[in-house]
């Protein structure tokens, strides 16, 4: 991977930076801080955002963070190696619908509601009793 030019610039100064590993020496794999990736490499959710699946590559490289106390990561994939999302067939689209319309149908009354019914009542809020009539 490709080292950053502007991190290379303060690590030269003295300036340590906890999350810059470009070699992988001290994570295991090349490491970059939050919003320091090299060009060419993204996340799967910037992947998605494209369009784009990493395609069963490897994992090329991370981004370390710290969250609320919490070190957290998102691994970087080759945008060279990533290919088109799949689309779902008209029969998995189908089976979908048919499933979340299962969710709206209340099995006591065989009416379907306008939202999901509620998983803790097993009916919809006009046969549970105490719900609104």
Avoid at 86 to 109: D, I, N, Y
Wanted: with cysteine.
């Amino acid at each position: 991977m490709p080292p950053n030019a502007y991190l290379d610039t303060l690590v030269a100064l003295g300036r340590y930076i906890e999350f810059y590993d470009p070699d992988g020496t001290r994570f295991g794999l090349p490491t970059f801080p939050y919003r320091h990736a090299p060009d060419g490499y993204a996340t799967r959710r910037q992947l998605r955002a494209r369009g784009l699946r990493p395609a069963g590559q490897p994992i090329a490289g991370q981004i370390l963070w710290r969250h609320k106390k919490q070190c957290r990561v998102a691994y970087l994939y080759p945008l060279a190696g990533a290919k088109p999302k799949r689309t779902a067939t008209a029969a998995q689209l189908a089976a979908v619908a048919k499933a979340l319309s299962a969710r709206r149908t209340c099995p006591t009354c065989g009416q379907v509601k306008g939202y999901y019914i509620p998983r803790r009542y097993g009916e919809c809020l006009d046969c549970h009793p105490g719900g609104p009539r």
